[in-house]
Structures are given as structure tokens and as C-alpha cells.
């Protein structure tokens, strides 16, 4: 895996938390010993991580994903989904390691495979919220990329899913 540089106002996609802007890399003492950490905020959360840039964890940041990879992320949305047969509890746990990948198109197919339409039965509690979290990841780092705002983000997204 190549190490990339983050500066100062790129966002940049956390697995664990989506898109956030990188504030800065600082020197912190943490008992007796220096480290340098990876300063990232995520304003939509009112949340500010401190991840140390030797630490596997900050390997795992990225930056965003290309125009080209975005589109065919969303390209996928229309395709149609692939009916799955296995437990839902089996299902959501997949769904959760997709969406916590911060894989761009392993977040899109949650995404498709979770959409509702009018004529669809509606969905459980817990698939609201994993489908919920996989759109709110996919169209914050959508906004990003095309740099739109969330808003208009959603509404490209839900028109894809229609389609």
C-alpha cells in the first residue's frame, strides 16, 4: 500500500467514519514519548479524531475516491439487485463489514441491495439503519468528489436508484 500525504483542508475517507476533513498532522506527548498524528474532523458528527500515523489505523485512511470510480459506483445503483437467501443477522453482518470497509463500491452495493421501492415491502428497523448509514457514507464522499452539497448529492443518488 502506497503512504499517502494528507494536507491541511483534503478530505479524506476514515473506514470507520466516512468522509472528514484532515485538519492537520500534529506532534502530541502521549507518557513521555512524541508521536505524530493524523488530525481529522468530521463536522457532520461534531467529532475530531486523532489517529497515529504509524498505527495501522491510519493506514487504512484514504483519499477520496476518482470521478471515474464515483461513476461507476453510481452506474451500479442501476443495476438490479441479486435477491439473497442467507439470514438477515448473516446479512447485516456482511452489510456492516462492506459499509465499515470504506470500500466506494462495497458501499454502493449495500446501498442497492437494501433500496426500497414503493412496491417493496418496507424495511425492518435495523435494515433502515444499516441502509441509512451505507447512503449517508456514499453521499458524503458523492458531494465531495463533485463537490455539490449533501443535498443535491441525495437527490443524484435517489434518481439513480430509480432508475
Known amino acids: 500500500m502506497k503512504k499517502e500525504i ?3 483542508g483534503q478530505y479524506v475517507v476514515y473506514p470507520a467514519h ?5 485538519q492537520g ?10 508521536l505524530k498524528v493524523l488530525v481529522i474532523s468530521f463536522e457532520k458528527d461534531k467529532m475530531v479524531v486523532r489517529l497515529p500515523l504509524n498505527s495501522s489505523i491510519a493506514k487504512k485512511v484514504r483519499s477520496l475516491c476518482s470521478k471515474e470510480d464515483m461513476e461507476k ?3 451500479s445503483l442501476r443495476t438490479p439487485t441479486k435477491a439473497k437467501k442467507m439470514m438477515w443477522s448473516r446479512r447485516a453482518q456482511e452489510y456492516e463489514a462492506k459499509i465499515n470497509s470504506g ?3 462495497s458501499i454502493t452495493q449495500v446501498v442497492r441491495d437494501l433500496h426500497r421501492t414503493a ?3 418496507e424495511h425492518s428497523y435495523s435494515e433502515r439503519q444499516i ?9 458524503r464522499e458523492y458531494a465531495a468528489v463533485a463537490q455539490i452539497d449533501e443535498d443535491e448529492a441525495m437527490e443524484k443518488l435517489k434518481e439513480a436508484l430509480a432508475a
Do not use: C, H, W
Open 103 to 105: 470500500d466506494i463500491m
Open 131 to 139: 441502509y441509512q448509514e451505507a447512503m449517508d457514507r456514499l453521499m
Open 119 to 121: 412496491t417493496q415491502p
Open 18 to 22: 466516512g468522509v472528514g476533513v484532515v
Open 73 to 75: 459506483a453510481i452506474e
Open 25 to 34: 498532522i500534529e506532534t502530541e506527548n502521549i507518557a513521555g514519548t512524541e
Open 6 to 8: 494528507f494536507k491541511s
